[in-house]
């Protein structure tokens, strides 16, 4: 029978790795047969127990710095709450050039990210030409 390893920490499940048997490579699942997790799980971060981080990234209009004025403070607005809610641990825009912005969310499920986007008034103003919401792993906080 395999040994198993756990190699990580999963919120939700252990994540299980399947270590070599007799010079060959064991089977993940008994049988070597797939299951179906019904749950999402996601990683835990190295930075707190039971953490998760997702970072969303802006691409900005080429003008942005002039076309900004009237949007500004919804926009600043709007990541402030989620920082004094715990949700935003750190936001802000490249600089030299200013193409784009980052902000940093902790323990905030994706739909969350995708309703603050939808609602930012920079996006709902055209000033944010793309987007993209990945989950990130801190190893060094």
């Known amino acids: 029978m395999a040994r198993l390893t756990q190699i990580g920490r999963m919120v939700g499940a252990p994540r299980l790795l399947a270590t070599k048997v007799s010079g060959r490579a064991?089977?993940?699942?008994?049988?070597?047969?797939?299951?179906?997790?019904t749950k999402k799980l996601t990683f835990a971060s190295a930075a707190g127990e039971g953490d998760s981080y997702s970072v969303l990234m802006y691409d900005y209009v080429p003008d942005i710095l002039d076309k900004r004025g009237p949007f500004r403070a919804g926009h600043i607005g709007a990541a402030k709450k989620m920082a004094e809610e715990d949700k935003m641990?750190?936001?802000?825009?490249?600089?030299?050039?200013?193409?784009?912005?980052?902000?940093?969310f902790k323990n905030v499920p994706?739909?969350?990210?995708?309703?603050?986007?939808?609602?930012?008034?920079?996006?709902?103003n055209g000033l944010v030409t793309g987007w993209k919401i990945k989950p990130w792993t801190v190893v060094v906080p």
């Open 110 to 124: 994706r739909e969350e990210i995708d309703a603050y986007v939808q609602s930012d008034p920079y996006v709902v």
């Open 26 to 37: 064991a089977a993940p699942f008994p049988g070597g047969a797939r299951t179906r997790l």
């Open 89 to 104: 641990v750190m936001a802000g825009a490249f600089a030299d050039p200013v193409d784009g912005a980052l902000f940093i």
